[in-house]
């Protein structure tokens, strides 16, 4: 599964660089008129019929307000898509909450959390609809160094987040890739950074990923409906 992926602060999506959030600029692309976040995921359902859409919404991972209005906003205009949303939830209260007024996927990334345990308690409630950011930048792990060693800790699906190749045409990580991969048994792995275009696609897939987090190959028009039809798996009927 190709999932486009929107970034958003402060109302707005942004280019991810390298995970220097701090610098992040409004988004400018072929693909939409503006950096607002309807006019973006239009342009890229323009692209392909996506069935998921993954949202980080970087004000709120970073303590800086929270985009529950424009997500809310996104869900109404296009009630096709899947939303998979990382807002830096880590506590369990919080968790539940948002599983309870939303119908996407919450996705919790490692970066923000202390208590490797929360993904224990919260697989009881509605595992399901959760999904774990392993999240690296350069050669560390960033969150408990327990949650990478125990992987009877990790749900179902598990998304490999390599901050500093976002946005940066480097390729993706395929060795953590294979590593976490080979480690996570029958969970579903998904890539996140790096992705450069079609071949990179079809090296993913014939190594068992089942599914990348693409953003900067889409704007750049180096991954387009070809590139994507070659490698999805369509859905079931």
């Given at each position: 599964?190709?999932?486009?992926?929107?970034?958003?602060?402060?109302?707005?999506?942004?280019h991810?660089?390298?995970?220097?959030?701090?610098?992040?600029?409004?988004?400018?692309?072929?693909?939409?008129?503006?950096?607002?976040?309807?006019?973006?995921?239009?342009?890229?359902?323009?692209?392909?019929?996506?069935?998921?859409?993954?949202?980080?919404?970087?004000?709120?991972?970073?303590?800086?307000?929270?985009?529950?209005?424009?997500?809310?906003?996104?869900?109404?205009?296009?009630?096709?898509?899947?939303?998979?949303?990382?807002?830096?939830?880590?506590?369990?209260?919080?968790?539940?909450?948002?599983?309870?007024?939303?119908?996407?996927?919450?996705?919790?990334?490692?970066?923000?959390?202390?208590?490797?345990?929360?993904?224990?308690?919260?697989?009881?409630?509605?595992?399901d609809?959760?999904?774990?950011?392993?999240?690296?930048?350069?050669?560390?792990?960033?969150?408990?160094?327990?949650?990478?060693?125990?992987?009877?800790?990790?749900?179902?699906?598990?998304?490999?987040?390599?901050?500093?190749?976002v946005?940066?045409?480097?390729?993706?990580?395929?060795?953590?890739?294979?590593?976490?991969?080979?480690?996570?048994?029958?969970?579903?792995?998904?890539?996140?950074?790096?992705?450069?275009?079609?071949?990179?696609?079809?090296?993913?897939?014939?190594?068992?990923?089942?599914?990348?987090?693409?953003?900067?190959?889409?704007?750049?028009?180096?991954?387009?409906?070809?590139?994507?039809?070659?490698?999805?798996?369509?859905?079931?009927?």
């Amino acid at each position: 599964r190709i999932i486009p992926v929107i970034d958003l602060k402060a109302g707005r999506v942004v280019h991810a660089r390298r995970g220097d959030r701090a610098n992040y600029l409004p988004i400018v692309s072929p693909l939409c008129r503006s950096s607002s976040p309807p006019d973006v995921v239009a342009g890229l359902l323009d692209v392909y019929p996506f069935e998921i859409l993954y949202i980080a919404d970087l004000s709120a991972i970073e303590g800086e307000g929270r985009h529950d209005a424009d997500i809310a906003d996104l869900q109404r205009r296009f009630p096709q898509l899947q939303l998979w949303v990382d807002c830096g939830l880590t506590d369990d209260r919080a968790c539940r909450d948002w599983l309870e007024r939303n119908a996407g996927t919450l996705v919790i990334g490692s970066e923000a959390m202390d208590d490797p345990e929360l993904l224990r308690r919260l697989h009881d409630v509605s595992e399901d609809r959760l999904a774990l950011s392993l999240d690296f930048r350069n050669d560390g792990f960033l969150g408990p160094a327990r949650l990478l060693a125990e992987p009877d800790l990790w749900p179902s699906r598990v998304i490999v987040m390599t901050l500093s190749r976002v946005g940066s045409d480097a390729g993706p990580d395929f060795v953590r890739l294979d590593e976490i991969r080979n480690r996570a048994g029958s969970r579903e792995v998904f890539a996140a950074g790096g992705v450069r275009g079609g071949e990179d696609l079809s090296e993913l897939a014939r190594r068992g990923l089942a599914g990348v987090l693409v953003a900067s190959a889409l704007h750049d028009r180096r991954i387009g409906r070809a590139e994507i039809a070659a490698v999805e798996t369509p859905p079931a009927d």
